[in-house]
């Protein structure tokens, strides 16, 4: 199994740019949940799904829209960058509310 | 909207001594989860509590779940160089209520 693997591993970007980040998992998993990390702002949930072709807000969703056609995958869509999207994204996977598997990160600049 | 504090956000220890760090949760929680992240690394799970008062232990790692379910720590005795990275609570109200991060606590050890 190769878990949750996310791609690009590093992204700049202009503002005004858009771009998806792609994310997908191998475990059939149910949950799939996306995530962006700031400094001394710990993990802020920005969409999350419960299965496919169902999708809801998290804390932080403006500036980014998710679909969810397959259980395996879960592509997170930037409409128009901003600096203040400049993070570290990290997409995760759980079979329920259990056990949270999360893949290696984007490293996102937006200028 | 659920609030999960967590203190300190930055902790120095020389190694050898012990560490706790601390969760507090602005609503009862159905289940509490601790992750470990790796400077440069992503989240990896350590664990779950469910039971009110509960206590899980893992080597030197002791995690307790407050009686009210809205409190949780997770103190390391002796600490090691491989335990550096930063600790996270997260959690939920149960169902398909979303999880909800602690902003984390950084540990660095002094060797």
């Known amino acids: 199994n190769a878990g949750v693997t996310q791609t690009p591993k590093f992204q700049v970007l202009k503002t005004g740019q858009s771009m998806t980040l792609q994310c997908a998992q191998d475990?059939?998993?149910?949950?799939m949940s996306w995530y962006r990390q700031d400094p001394g702002m710990g993990l802020r949930l920005i969409h999350y799904s419960v299965g496919a072709g169902i999708t809801d807000q998290g804390e932080v969703p403006n500036g980014y829209n998710v679909s969810r056609s397959t259980t395996e995958d879960f592509p997170l869509r930037l409409l128009s960058a901003a600096p203040s999207q400049t993070s570290v994204y990290f997409c995760a996977s759980s079979r329920g509310q259990s056990e949270q598997y999360f893949g290696p990160g984007t490293r996102l600049t937006v200028t | 909207g659920q609030q999960v504090m967590q203190i300190p956000q930055y902790q120095h220890v020389q190694e050898g001594e012990d560490f706790t760090t601390y969760c507090n949760s602005s609503t009862t929680l159905s289940n509490i989860q601790w992750y470990k992240q790796r400077p440069g690394g992503h989240p990896v799970f350590l664990i779950q509590?469910?039971?009110?008062?509960e206590v899980k232990k893992q080597k030197r790692l002791t995690f307790q779940f407050g009686e009210a379910k809205k409190n949780s720590s997770l103190h390391i005795t002796a600490t090691q160089t491989t335990d550096v990275g930063t600790y996270f609570c997260a959690g939920s109200r149960g169902g398909n209520e979303k999880l909800t991060f602690g902003t984390g606590t950084r540990l660095t050890i002094i060797p």
């Open positions: 509590l469910v039971k009110s008062g």
């Open positions: 475990m059939n998993h149910e949950y």
